[in-house]
């Protein structure tokens, strides 16, 4: 590899946060549910394909800017094994995995169409996560309808 | 039991305590509700009757409930002559009730608009309707017949009809299952209950039974619960026409019942019952309707903190 190469593929950062361990192609949707790239911080990276211990997984950096665990337990919706590191001085300082969250809102849009959270309305979608029988499961507060599958394209 | 200030937004979160609470306060009800004892027990109170798409029965059966119990009611008019044809928000518009108002009844077409509107308002807001989901005054009202017109615990009951997209037979069943009662599903397989409903109430405690045909359920039931097929559930005119014809009771259906059987139906009927069994001691399908009365004084009683 020339120097450009690794400089893009594996550049390591000085500050910030790597969410690793991202189902692999779900790095984009990470990225959208952190609202990232904002313009207010440093430089975001992803990679994705890497390859990982158990095979193929999606990662981002995010520099100059340390999320806190609760901010992205949004991600395990789509990414339940993913690992939040926070880097200080090329050091990994903590390592922390996500957890689902029990209670979501603002995150995704409810399937059903009538619901009154489609609709022009001052409220933000909610949801309550059910974990039960180890598959994720999104009931909407308002409607009560269920997502269970392809929960990435509902992301608002 | 508090019910003071509360929402009634779903019957999911009442338990069987609070629905014999409400029962028993509907029964104390009943001779205001035919107007042979008068009552003041809501003078001074004013209910905003607030519905976004007609349901006449409904709506009258809360402004009877209210004025029978000397409150007054505030009703929005017709929705294209008000603001919200221009677009207003439907929690600015509760908003602005709520201040008018000590309690609001909500009928709306978009689902979760009861509790859209319970984050806006300070009065309690009574569901009467939302979309395809909630309406929780009408399975109370339907317990309350089964239990003044046969009884609810021990009890053997059949659903017939639309038992897929009829959202008030599903919390209908969720609240009998909370009875433990035996429960007869008879549908057209197009329309059969969600499996998902299903193994719901059968964890909760009822006991499920399915079969297409009313003549196999009809002799062994206390109670039969019949709904309205829409045709347009139907792609095919001649599919709804053999499921119809079906599931249509006629006397002759009743030869073989239980004498104290009786037949609930929500109203309106298309032709699932024939007009002959209206004369029969198993009809109960007006009484049903009349009970919405005592039913929906008993929650604006509780609600308003005039009764405990
Ligand atoms: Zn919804």
Redesign the pocket.
Known sequence: MTDIETELRVRRIENGTVIDHITAGKALNVLKILGLPDSSHGVVSVLINSHGEYGKKDVVKIENRELKVKEVDRIALIAPNATINIIRNFNVTSKNKVHIPSFVEDVVE?I?PN?I?NSDEPITSKFKVDTENACLKLR?F??G?VISENIAEQLL | MKFKEQHIISMREFSREMIDHILDAAEKMEPIAHGKQKSDLLAGKVLAVLFFEPSTRTRMSFETAMLRLGGDVLNLGSVDASSIAKGETLADTIRVVDGYVDAIVLRHPK??AAQLASEFAKVPILNAGDGAGHHPTQTLLDLYTIRRESHLDGLKIALAGDLKYGRTVHSLCYALSLYGAQITLISPKELRMPDEIISDIIARGAKIIETDSIEDAINDVDVLYMTRIQKERFPDPAEYQKVANKLKITIETLKDVKPELKIMHPLPRVNEIDTKIDDTPHACYFKQAFYGVPVRMALLGLVLGAIE
């Open positions: 409810c059903n619901c959270s909407c308002y409607c309808r | 689902e979760g």
